[in-house]
């Protein structure tokens, strides 16, 4: 099992920058992927990105080019780097693990609590 630990949302005008944190209660490095994942208010969630243990990165197209997916695996963290925010942006991010062999989107099967991130127009 892992718990998962989000961080570093907040309110942010947009344009503006915020890094996401994501801490794991054991090792990450064996874990076959982790991603970020967000749910606006009245929405469905949404695949934001993940990472695989690969090190290979996807990214929603709403995201590509503004966002970064990293992980830290000797301080178990996962990390979102966002920059050039949106109003749009605004949802509670959820960080979450797929420990099977197989990860599609659906797959995963460890979340976090999740953390808002607020973007201002």
């Known amino acids: 099992q892992v718990q998962l630990m989000e961080s570093g949302g907040g309110l942010v005008q947009a344009g503006g920058s915020l890094r996401l944190s994501c801490l794991a209660s054991r090792s990450i490095f064996s874990i076959n992927a982790m991603g970020w994942y967000r749910q606006a208010r009245g929405k469905e969630r949404e695949l934001v990105a993940t990472?695989?243990?690969?090190?290979?990165?996807y990214y929603a197209d709403s995201v590509r080019g503004r966002f970064t997916i990293s992980k830290d695996n000797a301080k178990n963290t996962l990390y979102l780097q966002m920059n050039s925010l949106k109003p749009e942006d605004t949802a509670m991010y959820y960080c979450a693990a797929c420990t099977f062999m197989s990860c599609p989107s659906t797959a995963y099967n460890y979340w976090g609590q999740g953390t808002q991130v607020t973007v201002s127009s």
């Open positions: 990472i695989r243990s690969s090190g290979s990165t």
